[in-house]
């Protein structure tokens, strides 16, 4: 009898708790009538619009939802203009969250508290739920990344050559040394890209700061509490020259770095022989390593790999940089609010890989062995085990400083003599950026007490 | 002209619907933009002229009003100027209606398309080394790598056997030849290539490895396999010849081969100044400094034997033996001593040279358009002029200057402020090719960017609008006096 | 008292004279330098435009590792040309080319036929009917050239947008139209008001002599007049909206009605890969203006009068 009443009672607590776990699988996806969905994203072209339609096709399916999906290269005009005329996007997706932050502040974009928090918090961990909160409310998903601080190089080359992979800073800079002294190029850079060209630049001195300095001194140089000018700043960059203030370093020399789009940038250290043997970049850059000439037949993991961009000053580790895209939503409706959960779900990025995406999953619930290759794998274990992660910092900083941060990236490759005027230029910026943002929390500071002191 | 009653009211009928239209689309956002020029940023608070002085101080503004102003100049000169001449002279000839299309094409080419055709006119690729060249894919950088090439290894075979080493090009070939035959075997075997494709390369091989000593490496799109390694082979090649020399025939080397010898003493040298800093014999900061002056000062040495004066030089006794010991080039001192040709020009990013590539799209563009409206007007000055003054002798500059320009001279200056007024608005051709990097700025793109930047700074964007439309106002002004001429001339 | 003087005209080899006299060789060798010149601008003008046309007929390889020209180093090598780019720009599964192609028709039609009407009869008025304001008004409508179109997008979408005529499932394209004919008419209105303020006033005179209407004087005297000017006005305007992506995207979107100005922007990812296909999008994309083109070049051709004012 009591061995029943145990059973049953056993029996009615299971109950809640697969309610619970039923509801943490299927999220919110039921059908919904009526359901139309617009986003408006940057991605466009032969793989990027399929990947998305692998990627939420199980949504699709569940929810009966179509998604109406408009892209543009000009993301932010666009949707800024479709803000301020009052028909804004439901969801849009933004790569850079720089961009997007004037939104956020201005409350164009709407709180996320539909949202299992807990499952979230438990799922992101801090670093992305920190991202997209904004005064303790969530307001963006963060479900695809890249992982930045990665050197790329090829095995077969290096062993050819007699090169082994160097451990720190210095280690790194002989081994430019010998290559140079072998005839070629110590790395491939490529800083070309349109509106935006200095972006890979950007990353390598973001790589360089998390290495030379404290990981507070990292979010206040975001900030802008520490100064462009500031000595920390500076050192960051004189090291950055140790590279790029050297032509023979760089393949094609300084207008090498300057012309060379960033998507051909890693060719060179597959031709034979290799024009250069090293080449700092994302994850993402594995596609684009297959449309290197030859490079279909290129295996990951033995003919090209990576290692983690070394330590420079040994105190302060190798923390792990990256970048992701996020998701935010601007109209309230039932079709978005499902949506949005469907890209929390642990699995939500299996889609997008299938199709031959790049990426790697922020939910740590993912799977690992769903990613396509060991590169990807590792990368991901590097993302997840990183002792310490920061964002790419020019993605978080106001659009104009953003753009002064790659301009003045151009210029010091170009004239690596100028440090500090080009400094002091991006300072100068800065200074008005957030100055402007200063007052205007200040002004709704005033407001907000002007309104208190009179209600 | 008789004036009813009816008129007045008969004329809102006529325009009307282009009233309405305008002022919806144009006058509204206009009157909206100038109140938001001296709001803050998000059009709340009233800043005064804040904006305005933004506009006018801002660094990047300032070289935007450079730029315009170069723009207006050479943009609105070029195309009214070339508008005119192909006009005049497509005039005379029986292909006139093919000639006049070709000219006007690029008005019916859409931005995108602009874009990518300038990136084959004005792309740069690295020039790679005389020993393993690179490929230009723009225009104008095949023309100038290709105009002054560097020279060749046969040339350095030649030099080389003038002073008596005796290196046979035919050696070099040779061992190219022993190279790349044995890796197209294997790569038939690995299945890379049929036995037909081996067969053809094969025959071609000696022609190739020739030609690459001319400097011409073989055609990316032969499957060739170990054309990495023709460098090294024929360095090689050349090193054995010169390892029949004598001991101490290193002068003779640096003679041919000068940077190879640079590059010892450079060596040397850096070697000994790191183990006087391991040593404390030397601040590293000396160290650094003579490190920089090195390769010039061996460089000057070889020429002239001069050593360095100062402190810090270690090894400066044993420069002349160093030198005479000197056995073998290699592959990059070979390649600096043979890059002696033109260096590609970046012409997009390279300050100033990037404006007048820019303008001269705008020129490619626009030329068309000011042909259209200066050919209809030329046709329709009477014949009789022109043959009166031939037969008076008059040669055809003559004619063109005075008797084509004045009558034209209507058309000239509406064809003129139209282009005035569309360059001061140039936008699309900057923002395509280089976003308003390097120097090459304009007014509009600043708007655009203070705009939709991501920072919404709309105050400043509607104040550089309104300072774009002041700008223009002058230009409409003359073109209203134009009007008002010919209004009483009627 | 005059005398007569018998002027006994030469003969005129030209007419008369063997083959060799009648070749006016000074006038064939004084051509040579023109002949040159035109051709030489010809060369200059066409070459941009060659390349790229040689450039979409090659592999995605070839062209970013070579240049186009030296596709003649051995012009008789066919597998150096491809119809790869074609075939992924018009059969792109992304993309339904053939709808986005009717969507810009769709557009650019009305776009182009709008503002033509409107600046035609503006025009009429402001050259052939006396009002008060008349040359007031016209100086403000023409100089609203002066205003840069991307201001006026957020103010005008915010108007459409509460009026119902943005994203209106009944009639999608209202508020691109609207758009381009408010757009075009500056610069139309200037060019019709200058032609047709240049007809001949006798014409015009004699007419309303005779009875006629402002409205008949109009559909029946100035409209016909000014065909050439009107064919060349509709050119200018077809092109620039039938290249236009981003007044298209503020007002229209993506998705299914969208231009085919932007199903070819989207050939090319957001990181800028496949940028080769553009080579073949804008041939694709030139295709139809160079149609309109060649049909009414006559008119460019022919010089008919496009806006000077006759002596």
């Known amino acids: ?455 | 002209m008789l004036e009813t009653q009816e008129d007045k009211w008969r004329s809102l009928f006529f325009t009307g619907p282009a009233i309405l239209l305008l002022f919806v689309l144009l006058v509204y956002p206009t009157l909206d933009t100038v109140r938001l020029s001296f709001m803050d940023q998000l059009g709340e608070q009233f800043v005064g002229l804040d904006n305005y002085r933004y506009a006018i101080t801002s660094p990047r503004m300032q070289e935007a009003f450079r730029n315009n102003l170069l723009w207006l100049v050479i943009f609105t000169v070029g195309t009214v100027g070339f508008g005119l001449i192909v006009a005049v002279l497509t005039d005379r000839v029986k292909y006139e209606a093919l000639a006049k299309s070709v000219i006007f094409l690029p008005m019916a080419i859409s931005f995108i398309g602009a874009g990518v055709i300038w990136k084959f006119v004005y792309d740069l690729k690295p020039s790679g080394t005389p020993l393993q060249p690179g490929q230009q894919i723009g225009l104008l950088n095949a023309l100038v790598t290709g105009a002054t090439p560097d020279r060749s290894l046969s040339d350095a075979i030649a030099a080389l056997n003038e002073r008596g080493v005796s290196v046979e090009r035919q050696a070099v070939v040779d061992a190219i030849i022993e190279v790349e035959a044995p890796a197209l075997d294997a790569a038939v075997e690995a299945g890379d290539l049929t036995a037909e494709q081996a067969k053809t390369l094969q025959a071609r091989l000696p022609a190739a490895a020739s030609a690459y000593l001319n400097g011409n490496l073989p055609s990316f799109r032969e499957p060739w396999q170990a054309v990495g390694q023709w460098p090294r082979v024929a360095v090689a090649t050349i090193n054995d010849a010169i390892g029949q020399l004598p001991e101490g025939s290193g002068a003779l080397i640096c003679g041919v081969v000068p940077f190879s010898c640079i590059d010892a003493i450079v060596d040397a040298e850096e070697d000994a100044l790191d183990a006087a800093v391991d040593e404390d014999r030397l601040t590293s900061e000396r160290a650094e400094e003579v490190e920089d002056l090195l390769p010039a000062v061996a460089a000057g040495f070889l020429q002239t034997g001069q050593l360095p004066a100062g402190e810090g030089w270690q090894t400066t006794d044993q420069w002349a033996d160093i030198v005479t010991n000197v056995d073998s080039v290699s592959v990059r001192g070979l390649n600096t001593t043979l890059d002696t040709g033109a260096q590609p020009i970046d012409w997009i990013r390279t300050p100033l040279i990037n404006n007048f590539a820019l303008i001269i799209v705008g020129i490619w563009i626009w030329t068309g358009f000011c042909m259209v409206i200066l050919s209809a007007a030329l046709k329709n000055i009477p014949a009789e002029l022109f043959e009166a003054a031939r037969v008076d002798g008059a040669n055809e500059f003559q004619i063109f200057f005075q008797i084509t320009i004045p009558q034209l001279m209507p058309t000239l200056t509406v064809v003129t402020t139209t282009m005035l007024i569309t360059v001061l608005k140039v936008f699309d051709i900057v923002y395509v090719m280089t976003a308003g990097n390097f120097g090459t700025e304009v007014i509009a793109n600043r708007m655009y960017q203070e705009m939709y930047g991501g920072q919404r700074q709309f105050g400043h964007a509607s104040a550089i609008a309104v300072i774009l439309m002041i700008a223009i106002i002058p230009v409409m002004i003359f073109n209203v006096y134009q009007f008002r001429k010919q209004e009483a001339q009627r | ?311």
């Open chain 3, 1 to 311: 008292m005059t005398t007569a003087a018998t002027v006994t005209p030469k003969a005129d080899p030209r007419v008369s004279g063997s083959v060799l006299e009648r070749t006016n060789w000074r006038r064939m060798f004084e051509r040579i330098p023109l002949h040159f010149s035109v051709i030489l601008l010809m060369l200059i003008w066409i070459v941009p435009t060659f390349g790229l046309l040689i450039s979409s007929f090659r592999p995605s390889q070839d062209i970013t590792s070579t240049g186009w020209w030296t596709v003649f180093q051995s012009p008789l090598e066919f597998t150096q040309f491809t119809l790869q780019n074609y075939d992924t720009v018009l059969n792109n599964p992304n993309y339904d080319m053939g709808g986005a192609f009717r969507n810009s028709l769709i557009i650019a039609i009305p776009a182009t036929i709008l503002p033509i009407m409107f600046a035609a009869s503006a025009a009429y008025a402001f050259s052939w009917m006396k009002f008060p304001g008349r040359q007031g008004l016209f100086v403000v409508l023409v100089g609203l050239l002066v205003v840069p179109l991307q201001m006026t997008f957020i103010p005008v979408l915010r108007l459409f947008n509460n009026l119902g005529v943005t994203n209106n499932p009944n009639f999608p394209y209202l508020s691109i139209w609207i758009a381009h004919a408010g757009y075009g008419l500056p610069y139309a209105i200037f060019l019709l008001r200058n032609f047709m303020g240049s007809l001949p006033r006798e014409v015009f005179e004699s007419a309303f002599l005779d009875g006629a209407s402002h409205f008949t004087a109009f559909t029946r005297l100035a409209l016909p007049l000014s065909v050439p000017a009107l064919a060349s006005l509709a050119i200018f305007q077809f092109l620039w909206v039938w290249n236009d992506l981003l007044v298209a995207l503020i007002y229209v979107g993506g998705g299914r009605y969208a231009p085919l100005t932007y199903a070819l922007s989207g050939l090319v990812n957001s990181l800028g890969q496949d940028w080769h296909l553009l080579t073949a999008a804008a041939f694709v994309s030139i295709a139809l203006p160079l149609i309109v083109f060649f049909s009414l070049q006559r008119y460019f051709v022919r010089g008919i009068l496009a806006g000077s004012v006759k002596g």
């Open chain 1, 1 to 455: 009898m009591k061995k029943l009443l145990l059973i049953l009672a056993l029996g009615l607590l299971m109950i809640p708790g697969s309610a619970l776990i039923l509801a943490q699988d299927t999220g919110m996806m039921e059908p919904i009538e009526d359901c139309t969905i617009s986003f408006l994203t940057v991605w466009s072209g032969e793989d990027e619009l399929p990947n998305w339609e692998n990627m939420v096709a199980p949504f699709v399916e569940a929810t009966g939802c179509t998604i109406e999906v408009e892209s543009t290269r000009d993301l932010v005009p666009v949707l800024t203009t479709r803000v301020e005329a009052g028909n804004p996007p439901d969801i849009a997706g933004v790569p850079s969250f720089g961009a997007i932050r004037t939104f956020l502040d201005q409350g164009d974009v709407l709180p996320l508290d539909f949202l299992d928090q807990a499952r979230l918090q438990e799922q992101f961990g801090d670093v992305w739920m920190e991202l997209g909160t904004v005064d303790d409310t969530l307001y963006g998903v963060l479900p695809r990344a890249a992982i930045k601080s990665l050197v790329w190089y090829s095995p077969p080359a290096f062993e050819a050559a007699g090169y082994t992979v160097p451990a720190s800073w210095d280690e790194l800079l002989d081994l430019c040394e010998q290559i140079v002294d072998d005839g070629a190029a110590c790395f491939s850079i490529g800083l070309e890209s349109g509106a935006a060209s200095g972006w890979p630049a950007t990353d390598w001195l973001e790589d360089i700061m998390l290495r030379t300095n404290s990981l507070e001194t990292y979010d206040a140089w975001v900030d802008h509490t520490v100064s462009w000018t500031s000595e920390e700043v500076t050192l960051a960059w004189d090291a950055f020259g140790d590279i790029v203030g050297e032509p023979d370093f760089q393949f094609g020399g300084p207008d090498g770095t300057l012309a060379t789009n960033f998507g051909a940038a890693p060719c060179p250290l597959f031709t034979d022989p290799p024009g250069a043997y090293l080449h700092r970049q994302a994850s993402f850059i594995q596609s684009f390593i297959a449309d290197c000439p030859g490079g279909e037949n290129l295996v990951p993991g033995e003919d090209f790999d990576f290692f983690l961009f070394p330590p420079i000053d040994d105190q302060y580790g190798t923390p792990a940089l990256g970048s992701a895209d996020m998701f935010a939503m601007f109209n309230d409706t039932p079709g978005a609010r499902a949506l949005m959960d469907y890209l929390t779900q642990p699995e939500a990025l299996a889609g997008w890989l299938e199709g031959g995406g790049s990426g790697i999953a922020t939910n740590n619930q993912f799977p690992l062995d769903l990613y396509p290759d060991v590169l990807t794998q590792r990368a991901a274990q590097v993302l997840q085990e990183a002792t310490a992660f920061r964002f790419d910092a020019s993605d978080l900083m106001p659009g104009d400083v953003n753009q002064a941060f790659w301009s003045g990236s151009l210029d010091f490759v170009q004239n690596p003599d100028n440090l500090n005027s080009i400094l002091q230029n991006i300072e100068d910026v800065a200074q008005s950026a957030y100055g402007a943002m200063a007052e205007d929390m200040e002004a709704e500071g005033d407001m907000a007490a002007t309104e208190e002191a009179s209600s």
